[in-house]
């Protein structure tokens, strides 16, 4: 059995300013902006969607393969995957390039400014598949190279691959026609509800035709936990975490939770539901990589919340 990821992999570059944006912007100046903010942190952490699936599920005892593109730069994140054990035949390194990479400053308001790289991820992966196994391996296929996003749907259908198609922040640059070609024969669509909006206004389709070309579909709500569309609707709650930091990468952590609980043979609702528990460890800390939990930490949670799996799962 494989998980395949396609995505990004990418650099988060954290700066934080201690003074406010507003204190530097004049109104009637905008059409001229210059303007310099004197940062006093910096943090490199890892993130990109596929490595962030990858690295929750690697927690969950999985080796996926992440299929993307990295650049020169590559060396701190790939010893971080070695030392997780996981594959790294599916990376495509572009020598010439950078990693992508996203510039965020933070203001004492916490109002953010964002500049996004895209750098070796304009390149597809253009792994080779050596082996596929229809009736066990699933594949998600998340934001990351717009020809991917394009050509992997299509090639996991012909093959009978399970797939899920999460495509997140690269909605718009996939045209109405992109978008419908790769739902349609889906296993399941999963976005939160934001972008649920944006994709079905950009295929011109209604939330009943989306759940007619797809399997399922799950929309995350964030604080107000999840739904799960298919069979018979479900609405999935949240676990608690200890504290709440930094909600980044929840969306992540929780598509590995729900991954492991699929490939684990739980039915959809309650592998959303371990989704839920995966994603309250990533809320506790600042990064999408930062947070850590075992087996039996991740069990504990989800059994105070949701009560225990219908099946043992590790």
């Not at 990064?287 to 059994?303: D, I, M, Y």
């Amino acid at each position: 059995m494989s998980i395949y990821i396609s995505g990004s992999v990418a650099y988060d570059r954290i700066m934080t300013f201690p003074g406010a944006f507003e204190e530097h912007l004049l109104p009637d100046r905008l059409h001229i902006l210059n303007v310099c903010f004197l940062i006093d942190r910096v943090d490199l952490k890892r993130g990109g969607t596929a490595g962030n699936i990858a690295y929750n599920l690697a927690l969950l005892g999985e080796k996926p393969h992440i299929l993307g593109a990295a650049g020169k730069d590559f060396a701190i994140y790939e010893a971080a995957l070695k030392k997780l054990k996981l594959p790294r035949d599916g990376i495509r390194i572009v020598k010439d390039e950078f990693t992508a990479a996203a510039f965020i400053i933070t203001d004492r308001s916490n109002n953010q400014i964002t500049a996004f790289s895209p750098a070796a991820m304009r390149f597809p992966c253009g792994y080779a598949f050596p082996e596929l196994d229809p009736l066990r391996d699933i594949a998600i296929i998340g934001p990351g190279n717009h020809e991917d996003m394009v050509r992997l749907p299509a090639f996991f259908r012909e093959r009978g691959i399970r797939y899920i198609f999460d495509p997140g922040q690269q909605i718009p640059a996939l045209s109405g026609s992109e978008l419908t070609e790769a739902l349609t024969g889906a296993f399941m669509c999963i976005s939160n509800d934001y972008e649920l909006e944006l994709i079905l206004k950009r295929a011109n389709l209604t939330k009943k035709g989306l759940a007619e070309r797809v399997e399922w579909l799950i929309v995350t709500l964030g604080g107000k936990g999840s739904r799960v569309y298919g069979g018979r609707s479900s609405n999935i709650e949240i676990a608690r975490p200890a504290r709440v930091l930094d909600p980044t990468g929840a969306g992540d952590a929780y598509r590995a939770g729900l991954i492991k609980g699929i490939v684990a043979g739980l039915g959809i609702p309650e592998a959303a539901a371990l989704g839920a528990s995966c994603a309250s460890f990533c809320v506790e800390h600042s990064g999408t990589q930062e947070h850590s939990f075992t087996k039996k930490s991740v069990l504990s949670r989800h059994q105070k919340t949701f009560g225990r799996l219908s099946r043992e799962i590790f």
